[in-house]
């Protein structure tokens, strides 16, 4: 069975694979990044935008984005790819009523969110660890904040997990094997 490592932070050298250890490590636009790894532009292929409660959708966002379990948040779940192949699979929460330009840009932006956010902004790593790709199949994640640069507070949570067959989720730790 599958262990999903949350929310205390691995190392991202524990992953074996450079590529793989770079991207998690990466400080900045993961869309930028991960355009320059495959040498081709991302694209959004499946995206999805409702409302609900943190808690029911991400429990671990609750506390980096200071809510209550209750509280109402945006979600955009989006796949992004490149011609037929998806590339990672993104959750980004925004706290409904906090700040209108992160709800605005997760209802508006079909495109990848990275090169339209408010510059310069700030993004606080929460943890990295293994996820579930598709059932079985493990694969690399990380999760972050993105701060408001005008308010230094939370804007965003953003859970990223990468296809494994891109970016390689084995590591040297026993204990984040699935």
Same mark, same amino acid.
């Given at each position: 069975?599958?262990?999903?490592?949350?929310?205390?932070?691995?190392?991202?050298?524990?992953?074996?694979?450079?590529?793989? #250890?770079? !991207?998690?490590?990466? /400080?900045?636009?993961?869309?930028?990044?991960? =355009?320059? @790894? *495959?040498?081709?532009?991302? $694209?959004?292929?499946?995206?999805?935008?409702?409302?609900?409660?943190?808690?029911?959708?991400?429990?671990?966002?609750?506390?980096?984005?200071?809510?209550?379990?209750?509280?109402?948040?945006?979600?955009?779940?989006?796949?992004?790819?490149?011609?037929?192949?998806?590339?990672? #699979?993104? !959750?980004?929460?925004? /706290?409904?009523?906090?700040?209108?330009?992160? =709800?605005? @840009? *997760?209802?508006?932006?079909? $495109?990848?969110?990275?090169?339209?956010?408010?510059?310069?902004?700030?993004?606080?790593?929460?943890?990295?660890?293994?996820?579930?790709?598709?059932?079985?199949?493990?694969?690399?994640?990380?999760?972050?904040?993105?701060?408001?640069?005008?308010?230094?507070?939370?804007?965003?949570?953003?859970?990223?997990?990468?296809?494994?067959?891109?970016?390689?989720?084995?590591?040297?730790?026993?204990?984040?094997?699935?």
């Amino acid at each position: 069975m599958l262990q999903r490592i949350a929310p205390q932070p691995v190392s991202a050298e524990t992953f074996t694979d450079p590529r793989t #250890r770079a !991207l998690l490590s990466h /400080p900045g636009s993961t869309t930028c990044l991960l =355009e320059h @790894l *495959l040498d081709a532009r991302l $694209t959004v292929s499946n995206m999805k935008v409702t409302r609900a409660a943190v808690g029911r959708t991400c429990p671990d966002a609750a506390a980096p984005l200071g809510l209550p379990a209750d509280a109402p948040v945006l979600v955009r779940r989006t796949t992004l790819g490149l011609a037929r192949r998806h590339v990672s #699979r993104n !959750l980004v929460l925004a /706290p409904l009523g906090r700040l209108p330009w992160a =709800e605005r @840009l *997760l209802r508006t932006c079909a $495109t990848p969110l990275g090169p339209h956010l408010p510059q310069p902004h700030h993004r606080r790593l929460l943890g990295l660890g293994v996820d579930t790709w598709s059932p079985g199949r493990a694969a690399a994640s990380r999760w972050y904040l993105i701060i408001d640069p005008g308010s230094t507070q939370p804007a965003l949570f953003i859970r990223e997990t990468f296809h494994p067959g891109l970016f390689d989720p084995a590591t040297s730790c026993a204990h984040v094997q699935p």
